[in-house]
Nanobody, 135 residues
Framework: QVQLVESGGGSVQPGGSLRLSCAVS??????????VGWFRQLPGKERQGISC????????YYEDTVLGRFTISLDAAGNMVHLEMNSLKPEDTAVYYC??????????????????????????WGQGIQVTVSS
């Protein structure tokens, strides 16, 4: 499995911004085969993908509730994936997870399909990081 470690979470006021980062390492295959992204679990809700990106061409996907507010990126070396979150709302309060793996049809497909209990042994998850948006 690839290893993923999140950082950058915290507490912010509504309308504020926060940047999450995920260090990626331990690739067992050509990294161009991988997709990586951000998933979140709102209180009392199921975990779901909100934004994902492909290593090969940097194609991106955004879930409707974050489109236009969040931006995902992967650095040139392919070692760090970031999620720039702007115009944060109380409804964004959740535990955010970095996850990824090889062999997906697209970053969009991984984001819409991958869940803690839906995937393969080659998919991996970070430990999760809390983001709290409140006044």
């Amino acid at each position: 499995q690839v290893q993923l470690v999140e950082s950058g979470g915290g507490s912010v006021q509504p309308g504020g911004s926060l940047r999450l980062s995920c260090a990626v390492s331990g690739f067992a295959q050509d990294r161009n085969l991988y997709d990586v992204g951000w998933f979140r679990q709102l209180p009392g809700k199921e975990r779901q993908g909100i934004s994902c990106i492909a290593f090969q061409d940097r194609a991106t996907y955004y879930e409707d509730t974050v489109l236009g507010r969040f931006t995902i990126s992967l650095d040139a070396a392919g070692n760090m994936v970031h999620l720039e979150m702007n115009s944060l709302k109380p409804e964004d309060t959740a535990v955010y997870y970095c996850a990824g793996g090889p062999g997906w049809v697209s970053a969009r497909d991984m984001c819409r399909t991958l869940r803690p209990d839906i995937g393969t042994k080659t998919d991996a998850w970070g430990q999760g990081i809390q983001v709290t948006v409140s006044s």
